[in-house]
T-cell receptor, first 114, second 112 residues
C-alpha cells in the first residue's frame, strides 16, 4: 500500500502565476487535509476535505486559494496569482473513515515563488 | 476551540540523556492523542498514539501516557541518540469527521 503521494516535490513559480499541488491519499482513505509550513515554523491547518466535500476550510485564505477532492483522482490545492509570501512547504495528509486513527502525511511540496 | 500546547524549544541534550517534551491539551471531550516526528526535509511520521485515558503509546523507546486528569500527553525517552534530532509535534483529534489539531512543535537537538 503506497503512502500519501504528493507532486511535485519542488515547484518554482514566478509572481502572478498559478501553482497547482496534487495529493493522492492512501488507498481506502477518504479524508484529506492540507497544511502549510514556513521554514522553522509549525504546521498551519488550511483545509479538510472528504470526497467531493469541503468539511472545514477555516484555515484557507479567502482570496486566491482553493482546494478540491473529486470523486476520482487526487486532491488539488490551487494557488492563483502567487506572491512571494506563498513560498512554503505544503503538506497533505490522509486518514481512513475510522475513529481513533492517525493521519498519514506525504513528503510535501516545496513551493518557491520568484 | 480545541488546542494543543507544547513546551518551547529548542531542546538541546547530550546523547544518552533523558528526554521529556511536555504536551497539554484543551478539548471539550476525550480526544485521541498523537505524537508525530519530522526529520529535516521530510513529512511528519506518526511516532505513537493513545485513544483513551490511561493508555500508553510507545515506539522506538519513546513513551507517552494519556492523562485525562491533567489533560496531558508528555513524551519521554530514557536515553536519546543523535538520530533522534528532529521536530516533535503533539496532536489531538476529537472524533471521526473532526480535524486534527497540532501543537507548534518542539525542536530537539542531540549532541554526541
Amino acid at each position: 500500500n503506497a503512502g500519501v503521494m504528493q507532486n511535485p516535490r519542488h515547484l518554482v513559480r514566478r509572481r502572478g502565476q498559478e501553482a497547482r499541488l496534487r495529493c493522492s491519499p492512501m488507498k481506502g482513505h477518504s479524508h484529506v487535509y492540507w497544511y502549510r509550513q514556513l521554514p522553522e515554523e509549525g504546521l498551519k491547518f488550511m483545509v479538510y476535505l472528504q470526497k467531493e466535500n469541503i468539511i472545514d476550510e477555516s484555515g484557507m485564505p479567502k482570496e486566491r486559494f482553493s482546494a478540491e477532492f473529486p470523486k476520482e483522482g487526487p486532491s488539488i490545492l490551487r494557488i492563483q496569482q502567487v506572491v512571494r509570501g506563498d513560498s512554503a512547504a505544503y503538506f497533505c495528509a490522509s486518514s481512513p473513515p475510522i475513529s481513533g486513527t492517525e493521519a498519514f502525511f506525504g513528503q510535501g511540496t516545496r513551493l518557491t515563488v520568484v | 476551540g480545541d488546542s494543543v500546547t507544547q513546551m518551547e524549544g529548542p531542546v538541546t541534550l547530550s546523547e544518552e540523556a533523558f528526554l521529556t517534551i511536555n504536551c497539554t491539551y484543551t478539548a471539550t471531550g476525550y480526544p485521541s492523542l498523537f505524537w508525530y516526528v519530522q526529520y529535516p526535509g521530510e513529512g511528519l511520521q506518526l511516532l505513537l498514539k493513545a485513544t483513551k485515558a490511561d493508555d500508553k503509546g510507545s515506539n522506538k523507546g519513546f513513551e507517552a501516557t494519556y492523562r485525562k486528569e491533567t489533560t496531558s500527553f508528555h513524551l519521554e525517552k530514557g536515553s536519546v541518540q543523535v538520530s533522534d534530532s528532529a521536530v516533535y509535534f503533539c496532536a489531538l483529534r476529537m472524533d471521526y469527521g473532526q480535524n486534527f489539531v497540532f501543537g507548534p512543535g518542539t525542536r530537539l537537538s542531540v549532541l554526541p
